[in-house]
C-alpha cells in the first residue's frame, strides 16, 4: 500500500532522512540521489544513515502490511517501534561529531515532533486517526524547512542511501 508507505516516511522518516534517523518515515526516501557516493559517505554519520534506512525499510513493509489487514494496533505498535528506532539513531548521530550545528538544530527539532507524533499514536484508535497522527505536524512551514536542510547535507555528504532506481 503506497499511501502508508508515504505517511510513514513523510511521519515517521522525516526525522529518518533526516537522520534516518526516517526520520524519517522523511526523510531518507528525499536523500536518494543518483550518486552513489557523497564526499564523505564513510563518515559515522553517513554509515549511521546507511544502516538506518535498510532497517526502516523492513519496518516500512511491516506497516504496509498491517494497514492493508486493518490492524490498527499492530500498525501503532510498529510505528512506534520505529520511533523508537529512529530516536536512538538520531541521538548517536547527533553524538557522533562532525554534524554542522544547523543540521543538529533540524536533527533536535525532529526528536520533538517525533515526541508529539508518538502521543498522537498512541491515541489513535483508527486507521484514519493514524493517518492524522503521522501527518498533521508535517504541515508546518519549519518542517519542510528542517527536512530540506537536512536531506541536502545528506545527500552531499553521503550520496545515495539505497540502491539507485531505474526507471
Known amino acids: 500500500m503506497r499511501r502508508s508507505r508515504a505517511l510513514l516516511r513523510v511521519g515517521a522518516l522525516g526525522l529518518v ?28 554519520f553517513c554509515k549511521l544513515l546507511i544502516s538506518q534506512e535498510s532497517v526502516s525499510e523492513k519496518y516500512a513493509s511491516k506497516i504496509d502490511s ?28 547527533l553524538s557522533s561529531g562532525g554534524v554542522p550545528s544547523n543540521i ?13 507524533e508518538k ?11 493514524l493517518e492524522t497522527a503521522l501527518t498533521s505536524l508535517t ?4 518542517f519542510t524547512t528542517s527536512s530540506n536542510t537536512i536531506s541536502a547535507y545528506v545527500s552531499m555528504q553521503c550520496g545515495s542511501l539505497t540502491p539507485p532506481t531505474t526507471t
Open 17 to 44: 532522512a533526516a537522520m534516518a534517523i526516517g526520520i524519517a518515515p522523511m526523510t531518507a526516501a528525499s536523500a536518494k540521489t543518483k550518486a552513489k557516493t557523497g564526499i564523505n559517505r564513510n563518515s559515522t
Open 66 to 93: 498491517e494497514i492493508e489487514a486493518n490492524n490498527t494496533s499492530a500498525a501503532k505498535s510498529t510505528i512506534l517501534a520505529e520511533f523508537k528506532f529512529a530516536t536512538k539513531y538520531v541521538s548517536e548521530a
Open 104 to 116: 543538529q538544530s533540524a536533527l533536535k527539532y525532529f526528536l520533538t515532533v517525533y515526541n508529539k
Open 119 to 129: 502521543s498522537g499514536i498512541e491515541a489513535a484508535g483508527s486507521l484514519t486517526a
Open 139 to 142: 504541515k508546518v512551514p519549519k
